[in-house]
């Protein structure tokens, strides 16, 4: 047991070496959240013509709800990666433990986020997001982004397992996720909307991770939203773990 | 399920199969192969792409369970001894399964440090292969800047970090330069010369001539011929006879006058008699075939390959 840990966690440390290798990669997780607020705040921001500050203040949530649910694709095409070149294989030879290639991607994976998650609240910073709540409430708020992605990256693993290729996994998830993130009321209230669309945004659980967020963060009624979030949270595990582990363990035998 | 070798006290074949089948869907990549290395021998298992080479090799590699037969390795069960087995081989893959985006001291390290060795021990073996592969210059550099020579010579220290007993090579040299072949050949000789197991499929008769000690042809998913070198040399024959028409038009005519079939312009047929060639070469001027060239020679195991899979290296 204590082995299979110790291969865990060295096969974690060998998921992040690339982020040291190539510090642009880094970079790279800076720029997306910087990008994300330029296009949001500053250019529809500026069209739409509202104060700069409340956008940012309503904006800046939803910018790190949506980098930190688009990180999640990186666990499946890691593992589609792995298994398309032959580097999973070179593992399954080994006498290691059969778990340890999976507990160490998602342990990476979880580490990643946090960092994107930190990232993301500097650039907010850095234009003028403050917390206005106090900082349990803010923790509170960011351990939720976490715990959804997690286990949203759960259900990438398995995508990443059972696709063909890194390509089509990507394509997949892209698929799920574009809607998932933007047509929630991350980026704009779901106010004048046509029926559909509202309806959608008021199930969509970015949305209410979104308005959980910017509760904890900014103030503002946000009950409901934690504990929907915290219920697509659950949701998600039973449905995506068993999944991913099925998958996986089809791969290993 | 016995805890040890099946075979103690009796380990003369450090890789041993026994009619081994596995099908995909419906189609047959392996139709009952035997097969057996002795301790310390290098098996060459040739056969042109998809005979079902790779699929014995990740069946013998605990990567794919055998529909049907058995395999042991080093005494082993390779299905119900797996991680037995996974304790005594080294497999380098078709595709260089290196991670790309790790250092070549990265990746030696990866594996020494999950199979278990101590922070030093495991940086003590990197530097020893990075000496032995000739890679140290390039160890502080990522996987995915290396030439395709170094990126197998790296591949295979990987997969000797753990000091394998029996290693897997599934076509260690394809798409190498003849130079960074004749590296990798070296390598393989200094393994066995330590007394490791080498089973090494390729496509190359000439890889398998230069380091296998007996070889193993196999054609769709079954064997076709199995000996050492010599005696599958001595399967196509004594001498050989090759003929190449002037005109490409005669090429069937003098096929049939021969009794073989014409390949890149040249008919070749076994010669059991010296007087067979006279013969054979006024039959042909008889029949107003006019040859640009003819050249008697020895077999090589191109013939034995064509011969026997009636295909062409």
């Known amino acids: 047991m204590t082995t299979a840990i110790s291969q865990g966690l060295t096969l974690a440390w060998r998921s ?90 998602v342990l990476a994976d979880l580490l990643t986020l946090l960092i994107t998650i930190v990232m993301s609240m500097i650039v907010g910073y850095a234009v003028g997001f403050r917390v206005t709540t106090d900082p349990l409430g803010a923790l509170a708020g960011l351990g939720l982004v976490l715990l959804l992605a997690m286990a949203l990256s759960w259900g990438s693993a398995w995508i990443g397992l059972v696709a063909r290729s890194v390509t089509s996994m990507q394509g997949i998830s892209t698929a799920v996720l574009l809607p998932l993130t933007f047509g929630s009321s991350a980026f704009v209230p779901a106010t004048d909307m046509p029926g559909w669309l509202s309806w959608w945004m008021s199930v969509n659980p970015v949305s209410h991770l979104a308005g959980a967020l910017r509760g904890l963060l900014t103030g503002g009624p946000h009950g409901s939203d934690v504990w929907i979030t915290l219920g697509w949270t659950a949701a998600f595990l039973v449905l995506f773990v068993p999944l991913a582990l099925r998958a996986y363990n089809r791969r290993v035998r | 399920m016995p805890a040890g070798p099946d075979t103690v006290g009796d380990m003369t074949y450090a890789i ?127 996987a995915s800047g290396y030439s395709g020579g170094m990126r197998r010579r790296l591949d295979l220290a990987v997969s000797l970090v753990s000091r394998p007993r029996v290693l897997f090579l599934d076509e260690p040299t394809t798409g190498l330069d003849p130079h960074a072949r004749g590296e990798l050949w070296d390598a393989v000789r200094e393994l066995t010369a330590d007394g490791v197991t080498v089973l090494l499929t390729t ?100 013939d034995v390959f064509l011969t026997l899979t009636g295909e062409h290296r």
């Open chain 2, 203 to 302: 496509q190359y008769l000439e890889e398998a001539d230069q380091l296998a000690d007996d070889l193993l042809v196999i054609d769709r998913g079954r064997v076709a011929a199995a000996g050492t070198p010599g005696e599958l040399k001595a399967l196509a024959g004594g001498h050989r006879l090759d003929v190449r028409p002037l005109r490409a038009a005669d090429l069937e005519k003098a096929g049939t006058i021969l009794g073989a079939k014409a390949v890149d312009g040249v008919v070749s047929v076994p010669v059991h008699d010296l007087s067979e060639p006279p013969a054979a070469l006024r039959a042909l001027d008889d029949a107003g075939i006019v040859l640009a060239e003819h050249a008697l020679r020895l077999p090589s195991l191109d």
């Open chain 1, 16 to 105: 992040l070496i690339p982020l040291r290798n190539s510090p642009g990669q880094l970079l790279g997780m800076l720029f997306q959240p910087v990008f994300m607020i330029v296009i949001f705040v500053y250019l529809f921001g500026g069209a739409a013509g509202g104060d700069r500050a409340g956008a940012v203040a309503y904006m800046l949530p939803g910018v790190l709800v949506q980098v930190a649910l688009m990180s999640t694709i990186t666990t499946g095409m890691n593992l589609a990666a792995d298994i398309g070149n032959g580097v999973f294989d070179r593992f399954r030879t080994m006498p290691i433990a059969r778990s340890a290639p999976l507990a160490g991607r």
């Open chain 2, 16 to 142: 041993e199969a026994e009619g081994l089948v596995k099908r995909y869907g419906d189609k047959p990549a392996l139709d009952g192969v035997d097969l057996r290395a002795g301790t310390g021998a290098v098996l060459g298992v040739l056969g042109p792409n998809g005979a079902g080479k790779t699929t014995a090799v990740r069946i013998l590699a605990t990567l794919a369970a055998p529909d049907a037969g058995r395999a042991l390795v080093g005494g082993y069960d390779v299905t119900r001894q797996a991680g037995k087995v996974r304790e005594l081989i080294g497999l380098t893959g078709q595709y260089a399964s290196v991670d790309e985006k790790l250092t070549g001291t990265q990746n030696l390290l990866l594996m020494g440090r999950l199979l278990g060795l101590s922070r030093p021990a495991a940086r003590a073996r990197a530097a020893e292969l990075l000496a032995r592969f000739g890679l140290e210059e390039a160890a502080g550099r990522a």
